[in-house]
């Protein structure tokens, strides 16, 4: 009878290590891929929301080039007439989404009121005075002050009649944006207002100085101040088309624009249908600054649950299902194939040592009872080595130290901290390696009343670098993914400026009634010119670029006199090296190389250009020496110099020291990169050494000819 009841429990075991271990196995899967699913859709949540906040940021950096260009305009004019502010303006209103008007605000003074108001009564506007609006939304005479801004032209006149001659400065908050762009002299942008005429949206006012010559301080601003062009945009047209321009899908993201800048419960500009409120929780959740205009507005998404019922996926639950069934049936198996204990005690020790989980057992003092052979596989002992000992030997400290406190404690008051529960822990291998492992322990019955305590151990090393890559993964896909709306937003800016310049201009010279005068045609022409040739310089990067990418950029080697290269280059840029009153210095020597000549040229103008663009004072200097069977040329100069975190990324595509559309340099930040596959090709290398405030030595090799 000992025997027969010695062996049911042992029976009794078996069954419930493989209940157990079944559904620690299907519990702990289920838990691992739903975790790597939800990192998956929080993933795809962040990349949409980088999408569209960068379509946001251009289309705002458009709004502001267009206002830009408009003062360019004014500031190449000694006086721009009604008409001429007209031509210059209907043709790009209607190419300009969220736009809704666009105004010249002089500034006038007290004494020249009287002949602002006639002057406008002449043109065509014979109700023409300064107005200002009164508490009961009425139009009156503006009262007598020091300095007044009225709407003077505006554009298009239609249903803003009642603007003209209004006084900005009769509005507290609109005098305040008035002297701020002023005192800053760039782009300012004003807090919130409401536009009635689009059905109650938000908008903002933007504002550009407009000044006599080009004063420096903000006294001379305030004496040399002539007016300010402002746009009028409507917030959500131009969110709107912002994402209608990326194609994006309704899929459920609940989103809006807050002014950070403005009184509380005064910042909202924008608000989709379905939007809540800022949620509580933030794992999917999107918050970034978008600078406009001197104000720090907040763009902050958050998903829906029609999002994420769209993106879930069901594989953990398959998973969990699938093991729990394989468990029951296997548990079902063993207990009705198995009517001889003996044969079911075999089973129970089969299945023990065939699991591919470590199972170990311990008694009520730690010491361990079992010890299966994929323990030993993971911890590097043997099976004699581990049986009879404490299990703290597989743990490192503080585990180690902790654990009989801890089992004293549970056998005390029975509190549970990990049994049944199962949790993350260190474990120690034979070599004193320490690795990570899922623990999940279960208490079971002993054969003399005595008390056993199971434990499944699962290997957890390949699921942590698993989620350590995933993670990287994803964050090297936001990086690549902000790169590239960085160079888009960059290569945006860089495109619109110089079509803004020639496409503002061509109003004024396609008008045969009324062409300018020969000095000022000729300040048009000069100014188009060089807009031209910089948007030609940025499609040959681009198409070089796309040439070298697909290997279809072929080249023509053959014998090169590099020093001749060398010379006509710098010829090229001396009179612009002279203009910024720099020094220039060629040392070279007779030596011949394989290329191809425009190729190298190429090279060469490249970074000699980058040598003048970035330097303000010293001297550049360009050096040709032999290094072997390689001949070396380096061009060094003594500007800005690169920071020591940027030097990795110069060579690299769409990498820029500074990537954003204000930055003083322009460029596509293509050059480099350019230059270093041309270089490659040619058989060299390049390299730059730099030290930031001091210059830089950019350094190339190319092979040389052996006839």
């Given at each position: 009878?000992?025997?027969?009841?010695?062996?049911?429990?042992?029976?009794?075991?078996?069954?419930?290590?493989?209940?157990?271990?079944?559904?620690?196995?299907?519990?702990?899967?289920?838990?691992?891929?739903?975790?790597?699913?939800?990192?998956?859709?929080?993933?795809?949540?962040?990349?949409?929301?980088?999408?569209?906040?960068?379509?946001?940021?251009?289309?705002?950096?458009?709004?502001?080039?267009?206002?830009?260009?408009?003062?360019?305009?004014?500031?190449?004019?000694?006086?721009?007439?009604?008409?001429?502010?007209?031509?210059?303006?209907?043709?790009?209103?209607?190419?300009?989404?969220?736009?809704?008007?666009?105004?010249?605000?002089?500034?006038?003074?007290?004494?020249?009121?009287?002949?602002?108001?006639?002057?406008?009564?002449?043109?065509?506007?014979?109700?023409?005075?300064?107005?200002?609006?009164?508490?009961?939304?009425?139009?009156?005479?503006?009262?007598?002050?020091?300095?007044?801004?009225?709407?003077?032209?505006?554009?298009?006149?239609?249903?803003?009649?009642?603007?003209?001659?209004?006084?900005?400065?009769?509005?507290?908050?609109?005098?305040?944006?008035?002297?701020?762009?002023?005192?800053?002299?760039?782009?300012?942008?004003?807090?919130?207002?409401?536009?009635?005429?689009?059905?109650?949206?938000?908008?903002?006012?933007?504002?550009?100085?407009?000044?006599?010559?080009?004063?420096?301080?903000?006294?001379?601003?305030?004496?040399?101040?002539?007016?300010?062009?402002?746009?009028?945009?409507?917030?959500?047209?131009?969110?709107?088309?912002?994402?209608?321009k990326i194609n994006i899908e309704d899929i459920g993201i609940d989103f809006c624009?807050?002014?950070?800048?403005?009184?509380?419960?005064?910042?909202?500009?924008?608000?989709?249908?379905?939007?809540?409120?800022?949620?509580?929780?933030?794992?999917?959740?999107?918050?970034?600054?978008?600078?406009?205009?001197?104000?720090?507005?907040?763009?902050?998404?958050?998903?829906?649950?029609?999002?994420?019922?769209?993106?879930?996926?069901?594989?953990?639950?398959?998973?969990?299902?699938?093991?729990?069934?394989?468990?029951?049936?296997?548990?079902?198996?063993?207990?009705?194939?198995?009517?001889?204990?003996?044969?079911?005690?075999?089973?129970?020790?089969?299945?023990?040592?065939?699991?591919?989980?470590?199972?170990?057992?311990?008694?009520?003092?730690?010491?361990?009872?079992?010890?299966?052979?994929?323990?030993?596989?993971?911890?590097?002992?043997?099976?004699?080595?581990?049986?009879?000992?404490?299990?703290?030997?597989?743990?490192?400290?503080?585990?180690?130290?902790?654990?009989?406190?801890?089992?004293?404690?549970?056998?005390?008051?029975?509190?549970?901290?990990?049994?049944?529960?199962?949790?993350?822990?260190?474990?120690?291998?034979?070599?004193?390696?320490?690795?990570?492992?899922?623990?999940?322990?279960?208490?079971?019955?002993?054969?003399?009343?005595?008390?056993?305590?199971?434990?499944?151990?699962?290997?957890?090393?390949?699921?942590?670098?698993?989620?350590?890559?995933?993670?990287?993964?994803?964050?090297?896909?936001?990086?690549?993914?902000?790169?590239?709306?960085?160079?888009?937003?960059?290569?945006?800016?860089?495109?619109?400026?110089?079509?803004?310049?020639?496409?503002?201009?061509?109003?004024?010279?396609?008008?045969?009634?009324?062409?300018?005068?020969?000095?000022?045609?000729?300040?048009?022409?000069?100014?188009?010119?060089?807009?031209?040739?910089?948007?030609?310089?940025?499609?040959?990067?681009?198409?070089?670029?796309?040439?070298?990418?697909?290997?279809?950029?072929?080249?023509?080697?053959?014998?090169?006199?590099?020093?001749?290269?060398?010379?006509?280059?710098?010829?090229?840029?001396?009179?612009?090296?002279?203009?910024?009153?720099?020094?220039?210095?060629?040392?070279?020597?007779?030596?011949?190389?394989?290329?191809?000549?425009?190729?190298?040229?190429?090279?060469?103008?490249?970074?000699?250009?980058?040598?003048?663009?970035?330097?303000?004072?010293?001297?550049?200097?360009?050096?040709?020496?032999?290094?072997?069977?390689?001949?070396?040329?380096?061009?060094?100069?003594?500007?800005?110099?690169?920071?020591?975190?940027?030097?990795?990324?110069?060579?690299e595509m769409f990498r820029q020291a500074d990537s954003t559309a204000s930055r003083?340099?322009?460029?596509?930040?293509?050059?480099?990169?350019?230059?270093?596959?041309?270089?490659?090709?040619?058989?060299?290398?390049?390299?730059?050494?730099?030290?930031?405030?001091?210059?830089?030595?950019?350094?190339?090799?190319?092979?040389?000819?052996?006839?």
């Amino acid at each position: 009878m000992t025997y027969v009841r010695k062996n049911t429990q042992w029976y009794s075991w078996g069954i419930k290590l493989v209940l157990l271990g079944g559904a620690a196995l299907a519990v702990f899967g289920f838990f691992v891929l739903r975790e790597a699913e939800r990192l998956d859709v929080r993933s795809v949540f962040m990349r949409e929301m980088d999408n569209r906040y960068a379509s946001l940021e251009r289309e705002l950096d458009l709004h502001k080039e267009f206002l830009l260009g408009l003062k360019g305009f004014f500031d190449a004019s000694e006086y721009v007439s009604r008409h001429e502010f007209n031509e210059y303006v209907n043709p790009a209103l209607p190419r300009i989404e969220g736009l809704q008007a666009v105004e010249w605000i002089p500034y006038v003074s007290k004494r020249e009121r009287l002949a602002f108001e006639k002057k406008a009564q002449a043109s065509g506007f014979p109700d023409f005075i300064f107005t200002q609006r009164t508490e009961q939304n009425r139009m009156v005479p503006v009262e007598e002050r020091d300095a007044y801004y009225p709407v003077y032209y505006v554009v298009p006149l239609k249903g803003n009649e009642t603007a003209l001659g209004f006084d900005l400065g009769s509005s507290p908050t609109r005098l305040q944006t008035l002297k701020q762009a002023r005192d800053l002299a760039t782009s300012v942008v004003s807090p919130r207002i409401l536009l009635i005429q689009k059905g109650n949206q938000a908008g903002v006012l933007q504002l550009v100085a407009v000044y006599e010559g080009e004063p420096t301080t903000v006294d001379e601003r305030r004496k040399a101040l002539k007016g300010f062009v402002l746009g009028v945009h409507r917030i959500g047209d131009i969110v709107d088309y912002s994402l209608m321009k990326i194609n994006i899908e309704d899929i459920g993201i609940d989103f809006c624009l807050v002014d950070r800048t403005a009184p509380e419960g005064e910042g909202v500009l924008y608000e989709s249908k379905s939007w809540a409120g800022i949620p509580q929780s933030k794992d999917f959740y999107f918050e970034k600054e978008l600078k406009f205009g001197g104000r720090k507005w907040m763009y902050i998404a958050t998903p829906t649950q029609e999002f994420l019922r769209y993106h879930k996926s069901f594989k953990s639950y398959g998973v969990l299902a699938s093991g729990l069934i394989i468990t029951l049936l296997l548990t079902l198996y063993i207990r009705q194939g198995s009517s001889d204990l003996r044969d079911t005690q075999g089973t129970t020790q089969a299945i023990v040592a065939s699991s591919l989980h470590c199972i170990l057992m311990i008694d009520s003092v730690g010491k361990v009872l079992l010890f299966n052979p994929a323990a030993e596989k993971v911890f590097g002992y043997s099976s004699k080595e581990v049986v009879g000992n404490n299990v703290t030997m597989l743990m490192p400290d503080p585990y180690r130290s902790n654990h009989p406190q801890f089992l004293k404690n549970y056998l005390g008051t029975g509190l549970k901290k990990i049994i049944g529960i199962g949790r993350e822990v260190r474990a120690l291998k034979k070599d004193n390696t320490e690795f990570p492992i899922f623990l999940s322990v279960s208490e079971i019955a002993g054969a003399q009343g005595g008390r056993r305590f199971v434990g499944m151990i699962v290997d957890i090393t390949k699921r942590k670098q698993d989620e350590e890559m995933l993670i990287k993964a994803k964050d090297e896909a936001e990086s690549a993914n902000r790169t590239k709306s960085e160079f888009l937003n960059v290569m945006s800016h860089e495109l619109r400026t110089p079509l803004t310049v020639i496409l503002g201009y061509l109003p004024i010279l396609m008008n045969k009634d009324k062409i300018p005068e020969a000095q000022m045609v000729a300040q048009i022409a000069s100014e188009m010119d060089h807009s031209g040739h910089h948007l030609l310089t940025l499609i040959n990067d681009l198409l070089d670029i796309s040439k070298i990418e697909a290997g279809a950029l072929d080249l023509d080697c053959q014998s090169l006199s590099i020093s001749d290269s060398v010379e006509d280059v710098a010829d090229m840029f001396r009179n612009k090296i002279e203009e910024k009153g720099l020094e220039i210095e060629c040392r070279t020597i007779d030596a011949l190389v394989f290329a191809d000549q425009i190729r190298i040229r190429q090279v060469l103008i490249n970074l000699l250009g980058n040598a003048v663009k970035f330097t303000d004072k010293g001297k550049i200097t360009i050096e040709v020496e032999l290094g072997g069977r390689t001949v070396l040329v380096s061009v060094t100069d003594t500007g800005a110099g690169i920071g020591e975190e940027d030097l990795m990324q110069v060579f690299e595509m769409f990498r820029q020291a500074d990537s954003t559309a204000s930055r003083s340099a322009e460029g596509t930040g293509l050059g480099l990169a350019i230059t270093r596959r041309l270089v490659e090709m040619h058989g060299g290398e390049i390299y730059v050494d730099s030290i930031l405030g001091e210059g830089s030595t950019f350094t190339f090799s190319l092979p040389v000819y052996n006839g």
